[in-house]
C-alpha cells in the first residue's frame, strides 16, 4: 500500500514537473516591446476628477477608472493577445500596469499574451508594510513594473505610453505626493499618519520625487540594463549623462593587457528607450525634454490639455488608435516619429469627439537623438542669453513686455467665452513666445527699453527659436486655423506664472502647479549671472518672481 502510495505521488510530482516545463514562460527576444502604465488615480489635495469639468470633459457622475477599464480593455483586445499572433505581431510584446482610484481594486500588471503561462502580477515584490521605501518615492512602482517586463519580455526595440489624466502638471504625478500603489494596510497607516499630521497642526506630507524626475529615473533603469545586457559599463548606479563604455577590442596576443592601456575605451551608443508618447496634459515642456533628454529618443506630447475620452453626451468616447500606432513603431523601427504623430494627428481629425470638449488638440514631436545630451547642446546657451537680456530689463519692463501681453507672447491659452478652452496661463509656447520677441515693433508700447537692450532680446529670442528646430521636429494643433490673430501654437512649454491677469486660476491653483521647478535640470542650465552682483537668475526664477507660492 506504501509502495503504490509513493508511486502515485512520484507519478503526479513527475506529470506537475512536465507540464510545468512544457507551459512555462519562455521568453524569446522578439523586436518590440511596448510598456502602458496607467493610473486614474486622483492626488488627495485637488477636486476630484470626477466633477463635472468643462475643460478636461469628464462629465457628471463619470469617473476615470470607467475610462481606464475601457482602456485596459482595447489593450487586452491588441492582435499580441491571440495564442498565434500573425506578423507583425508575432514579434512584439506588450505589457501593462493599471492602477485604479477605487481603494477595493488592487493594481495589475500582465503581459497581454494568448500564452496562458504570461506574467501577471498584482503587487511587486517589496510592495508590503515594511516596505518604507515604496511610500517615500513614487519612481519605485514605476521602475519595479519596467523592470519586470525588460525581464519577462526581452526585445530589441521599446516603447512606454503613459495615460495618467488629473495627476497633476505632467498629468501623472502631483509633486507633492505620489500614486497608491502599496498594499492597503500600509495605505492605511499612511492615510492616519497624515490626518493625525494635520489635526496636530503640522502639515506634513509625503514628500516624493517631482513627477518628471521619478519618471527620468524609471526610465533610466532600462536604459542601464541594456547598456548592461550589450556589455557595457553595467551599473544601476551609472550617473544620469555618463558616457557608458566597453574595454575596446585587444590586438594582441590572449592574455596581453597591451590594448587596454594603449586604446581609450570604446563609447557605445545609447541605447535609449525608442520612443515614450503621453497621453497626459502638459508634458510637452522644457522640463520634460531636459529630464528625459538621455533616456528616451522620441517624446509624443501635448503642450496643452489632452482629451480624456468621453463624447459630449457623458457616454465614453473613442480610445487611442494603439494598434495603429504600435504598428506604425514596428513597421520603421529607426524612423518612425513623424509618421506615428501623424497618426495620432489622423485620429483627432478623423472625428470631433475625438478631441471634445477641445477646440484643438496640440502635440509635439521631440527628437532627442541616440547621443547623450542633445537637448542641452541645442537650447542651453540660447535659453542663458535670452535670460541675461530679459534680466537687462528689470522685472516693471519684462512684466510689460510678457505678463501684460498675454495675446502676444506665447502664453498657451485660448478663451472660450469666459473659460479656457485650450492651454494653460502658467505655460508659454516657446517658438511662438521667439517669435513675438524676436519683433520689437510688436511689443506693448509702454515698454521702455534702449536700443541696445530691444537688439539683446530681440537678437537671443531669434537665435533660440532656430534652436527649437532641432528638438521639436514635427508639431501640430487639430483642426488648424491660422489667423494673424491667432498664432499656431508649437513645440516646447516652458513655465510662467502669470501674476493675477485674469485673477488666480483655481484650475491651475488646485490641481497643477504646488512647487518651484528650480530643482529641474532646466533651471539649473538656464541659469546666468544676474545684473544684482552675487545672484543667479535661471527661467525659472522668472517664472516665480511675482508670485510666493
Not at 501623424?342 to 477641445?358: D, I, S
Not at 501681453?405 to 485650450?422: K, T
Amino acid at each position: 500500500m506504501v509502495a503504490l502510495l509513493v508511486v502515485l505521488v512520484s507519478a503526479a510530482v513527475l506529470a506537475f514537473l512536465y507540464w510545468w516545463f512544457a507551459n512555462r514562460w519562455k521568453p524569446a527576444d522578439k523586436e518590440w516591446c511596448v510598456m502602458f502604465y496607467l493610473t486614474s488615480q486622483v492626488p488627495r489635495s485637488s477636486t476630484p476628477i470626477s466633477r463635472p469639468d468643462e475643460e478636461t470633459g469628464v462629465p457628471a457622475g463619470a469617473t476615470l477608472d470607467q475610462k481606464l477599464d475601457q482602456v485596459v480593455d482595447t489593450i487586452r483586445m491588441l492582435p499580441c493577445s491571440l495564442s498565434k499572433p500573425a506578423p507583425p505581431w508575432d514579434n512584439a510584446y506588450v505589457a501593462y500596469r493599471a492602477i485604479w482610484a477605487d481603494v477595493q481594486r488592487d493594481p495589475e500588471a500582465r503581459v497581454v499574451s494568448g500564452d496562458p503561462a504570461a506574467p501577471t502580477a498584482t503587487y511587486f515584490s517589496g510592495e508590503s508594510i515594511y516596505d518604507v521605501g515604496l511610500a517615500f518615492d513614487l519612481s519605485t512602482d514605476i521602475t519595479d513594473f519596467f523592470m519586470w517586463v525588460y525581464e519577462n519580455c526581452p526585445a530589441n526595440h521599446y516603447a512606454v505610453f503613459f495615460w495618467g489624466h488629473a495627476m497633476g502638471p505632467g498629468g501623472l504625478f502631483q509633486q507633492s505626493e505620489r500614486p497608491l500603489v502599496i498594499s492597503p494596510l500600509v495605505r492605511l497607516i499612511v492615510q492616519f499618519t497624515s490626518w493625525l499630521a494635520g489635526f496636530t497642526g503640522t502639515t506634513n506630507q509625503w514628500a516624493g520625487v517631482p513627477g518628471i524626475a521619478s519618471l527620468q529615473k524609471a526610465l533610466h533603469s532600462v536604459v542601464v540594463s541594456r547598456i548592461a545586457k550589450m556589455g557595457g559599463t553595467s551599473a544601476m548606479t551609472l550617473p544620469v549623462g555618463a558616457l557608458p563604455t566597453v574595454p575596446p577590442p585587444s590586438s594582441g596576443s590572449p592574455g596581453s593587457s597591451s590594448a587596454s592601456t594603449t586604446t581609450p575605451p570604446q563609447v557605445l551608443q545609447v541605447p535609449k528607450v525608442e520612443v515614450v508618447l503621453f497621453q497626459d496634459c502638459w508634458m510637452a515642456g522644457i522640463e520634460t525634454a531636459f529630464e528625459l533628454q538621455d533616456d528616451v529618443r522620441y517624446i509624443v506630447a501635448s503642450q496643452s490639455i489632452v482629451p480624456i475620452g468621453y463624447r459630449p453626451g457623458g457616454t465614453l468616447g473613442a480610445v487611442w488608435p494603439y494598434q495603429e500606432l504600435i504598428e506604425c513603431m514596428m513597421a520603421a523601427p529607426n524612423t518612425f516619429g513623424p509618421q506615428l504623430l501623424q497618426k495620432l494627428e489622423g485620429f483627432f481629425n478623423a472625428n470631433p469627439n475625438n478631441r471634445w470638449p477641445m477646440l484643438k488638440v496640440l502635440f509635439s514631436l521631440m527628437d532627442c537623438a541616440m547621443d547623450l545630451g542633445k537637448v542641452t547642446a541645442a537650447l542651453q546657451d540660447p535659453f542663458q542669453k535670452l535670460v541675461t537680456a530679459l534680466d537687462m530689463i528689470g522685472p516693471e519692463q519684462r512684466s510689460k513686455l510678457i505678463d501684460q501681453a498675454f495675446a502676444q507672447s506665447g502664453r498657451l491659452f485660448e478663451m472660450d467665452g469666459n473659460r479656457i478652452a485650450v492651454g494653460d496661463q502658467a505655460l508659454i509656447d516657446v517658438p511662438t513666445m521667439s517669435h513675438y520677441l524676436s519683433v520689437p515693433t510688436s511689443w506693448p508700447a509702454n515698454v521702455v527699453v534702449s536700443a541696445d537692450e530691444a537688439k539683446a532680446i530681440a537678437d537671443a529670442a531669434k537665435t533660440l527659436q532656430k534652436a527649437m528646430v532641432t528638438v521639436v521636429v514635427t508639431n501640430f494643433e487639430s483642426p488648424t486655423p491660422i489667423t494673424a490673430s491667432n498664432l499656431p501654437y508649437s513645440g516646447l512649454t516652458a513655465l510662467y506664472k502669470s501674476y493675477a491677469i485674469f485673477g488666480e486660476d483655481s484650475y491651475i491653483v488646485n490641481n497643477t502647479y504646488r512647487s518651484s521647478y528650480d530643482m529641474f535640470r532646466f533651471a539649473t542650465e538656464t541659469s546666468v549671472p544676474a545684473t544684482v552682483a552675487g545672484e543667479i537668475r535661471s527661467w525659472a526664477d522668472f517664472a516665480f518672481e511675482r508670485t510666493e507660492w
